[in-house]
């Protein structure tokens, strides 16, 4: 069965700083990767997925991640963060579909603040 | 494209009572619903998964006489909490997968369910 470890509970950064968010997996196969943002009270919403190719991707509101097979990793950056960028982060990982991992299963989730 | 409602978005019952949430894909079609809960400042836990037309396939640990799952088209998911506790008071988002065979899941809003 996959599982996914993000190691950071809470990080604070100050606004127009760098971020990197960390994510681990645990997957036989290749991984379907995924980084949600989930606002206080509100639904999830999809910044970016990786399934195969580029291990560099491209996400909305100016992030990316990188997926590492070496380090089990996929790590999420943005180069300058904004104070809308507070929120919750959850990385997520998903098998094979039709097979009995093809479930996604989160993260504990990295909840970010923005230091003004 | 690929949006996904969930009625009602909060819901107040008393316990012992019995509240119905339903899950709709609006501009596609799901054979696959997953449900997750998720308690405050905490990350989703996959309740179940429901394929269109058959019986749903629940997580360890999660009681299938007390949440209900009924997935009876391609578009509408419904999950009912039976007798309901305090405890069940949570968070409730639904997902679906789109019938052609993509990973991706699409997230509902979520509901958010007290029970008094």
């Known amino acids: 069965?996959?599982?996914?470890?993000?190691?950071?509970?809470?990080?604070?950064?100050?606004?127009?700083?760098?971020?990197?968010?960390?994510?681990?997996?645990?997957?036989?196969?290749?991984?379907?990767?995924f980084w949600y943002v989930q606002s206080p009270g509100q639904g999830l919403q999809l910044l970016l997925k990786y399934f195969s190719?580029?291990?560099?991707?491209?996400?909305?509101?100016?992030?990316?991640?990188?997926?590492?097979r070496s380090q089990s990793s996929f790590n999420l950056r943005k180069p300058?963060?904004?104070?809308?960028?507070?929120?919750?982060?959850f990385c997520a990982v998903g098998?094979?579909?039709?097979?009995?991992?093809?479930?996604?299963?989160?993260?504990?989730?990295?909840?970010l603040s923005i230091r003004p | 494209g690929a949006v996904v409602s969930q009625h009602p978005s909060w819901v107040i019952c008393k316990s012992g009572t019995s509240?119905?949430?339903?899950?709709?894909?609006?501009?596609?079609?799901?054979?696959?619903?997953?449900?997750?809960?998720?308690?405050?400042?905490q990350s989703l836990m996959l309740m179940a998964t429901s394929n269109e037309g058959s019986k749903a396939t629940y997580e360890q640990g999660v009681e299938k006489d007390k949440f209900l799952i009924n997935h009876a088209s391609l578009t509408l998911s419904t999950l009912t909490v039976t007798s309901a506790h305090p405890e069940d008071s949570s968070f409730y988002i639904?997902?679906?997968?789109d019938h052609r065979g993509f990973h991706e899941q699409y997230f509902g809003p979520g509901t958010r369910l007290t029970v008094t």
Not at chain 1, 53 to 68: H, M, N, P, R, W
Not at chain 1, 83 to 89: G, H, L, N, P, Q
Not at chain 1, 95 to 111: C, D, N, P, Q, W
Not at chain 2, 23 to 35: G, I, P
């Open chain 1, 53 to 68: 190719g580029d291990t560099l991707v491209q996400g909305i509101k100016g992030f990316e991640a990188e997926f590492k």
């Open chain 2, 94 to 97: 639904c997902s679906a997968r």
């Open chain 1, 80 to 89: 300058s963060v904004h104070w809308s960028d507070a929120a919750e982060y």
């Open chain 1, 1 to 33: 069965a996959q599982s996914v470890t993000q190691p950071d509970i809470h990080i604070t950064v100050s606004e127009g700083a760098s971020l990197e968010l960390r994510c681990n997996y645990s997957y036989g196969a290749t991984p379907y990767l």
């Open chain 1, 95 to 111: 098998g094979e579909l039709g097979s009995s991992a093809s479930k996604i299963i989160f993260g504990s989730g990295t909840r």
């Open chain 2, 19 to 41: 509240v119905k949430i339903e899950c709709r894909s609006l501009d596609f079609q799901a054979t696959t619903m997953f449900w997750y809960r998720q308690f405050p400042k």
